[in-house]
């Protein structure tokens, strides 16, 4: 019997998928401001640079992102995703970010995509914004409004601040029992009107907002806002919209949120917990009545 002759083996080796062209934008991540410390000392932080981000998919406007804008390209990419606008990173064809595009400062990201991504307008049109803290799809809306805003000549003292912070301290809380949720709190004079606890903060600031127009109430002079995190442009436009001049934070402050306070003459008071804290900005308004040794 012949030997038996094997047919020579093909072996088809698969193509790589086309990957989207990502343009590299840098910008940077942190930026250094002067503020007042407990000490009434002024010194020099970092705070994270904050920056918009507007999403155009095929010249069609999606929304806009807060972000840091360490990686942009990676996070429309990912937003796409898991928004599952698009279920392929080959159906992108291209992500170019330009950080000097946009109106009112924002960054442009252009996303341009190989086929078109059908019924886009409607898939998006009932868009659920979700308890995640960076999402500002109100930015631009928001923006519109800012030079009709107009906030009391309010100030607080330090002793106010320390005694609010206690307050703050020995209010019963979900955080308390169960962690994983912020809180705000809206106080006129030393009396805390509402405490409010949600699982994104700006649940809370906007249930207290509700809850002042169902009272037919505006915010005291004197009232203060305080929140557990940090203050973000989003928040900073909240709080003036409500009447507010005076906002305290056991967070930080972003670029664009530092930014908006100045612009707005409001009083900002981050890292705000026990006797520590840091003013950002309107210095002016607190009264130093207390001697820290």
């Not at 809180?183 to 600031?205: K, S, T, W, Y």
């Not at 930014?259 to 210095?283: E, W």
């Amino acid at each position: 019997m012949g030997r038996c002759q094997l047919a020579p083996a093909f072996f088809v080796v698969a193509s790589p998928p086309m990957l989207p062209r990502l343009t590299q934008a840098q910008a940077p991540l942190t930026r250094e401001i002067e503020v007042m410390n407990e000490q009434g000392v002024f010194e020099t932080v970092s705070i994270p640079a904050e920056r918009p981000l507007t999403i155009y998919v095929d010249k069609h406007e999606l929304i806009t992102l807060m972000t840091l804008g360490a990686h942009p390209e990676w996070l429309v990419l990912g937003y796409l995703r898991n928004q599952r606008l698009v279920l392929h990173a080959n159906e992108v064809e291209s992500i170019t970010v330009d950080w000097e595009a946009g109106e009112d400062g924002a960054g442009v990201a252009a996303v341009k995509t190989r086929q078109g991504l059908a019924d886009l307008p409607i898939r998006t049109e009932h868009r659920v914004v979700t308890t995640g803290c960076g999402q500002g799809s109100v930015f631009g809306g928001l923006m519109d409004e800012i030079d009709a805003l107009c906030v009391p000549e309010a100030t607080i003292s330090q002793s106010r601040l320390y005694a609010l912070l206690n307050a703050i301290r020995l209010q019963e809380s979900t955080y308390k029992s169960a962690g994983s949720v912020h809180g705000c709190a809206l106080f006129a004079g030393e009396r805390m009107q509402l405490f409010v606890e949600d699982v994104g903060r700006h649940n809370a600031i906007d249930t207290i907002a509700g809850w002042m127009w169902m009272q037919d109430h505006r915010a005291d002079p004197d009232s203060i806002f305080y929140t557990t995190g940090r203050l973000t442009s989003e928040m900073v436009m909240k709080s003036a919209q409500m009447g507010v001049a005076i906002v305290v934070s056991r967070s930080g402050i972003t670029q664009m949120g530092f930014d908006l306070a100045q612009r707005l003459s409001l009083c900002t008071i981050g890292r705000a917990i026990n006797k520590h804290f840091l003013c950002y900005t309107q210095s002016e308004r607190l009264i130093r009545d207390i001697q820290n040794s």
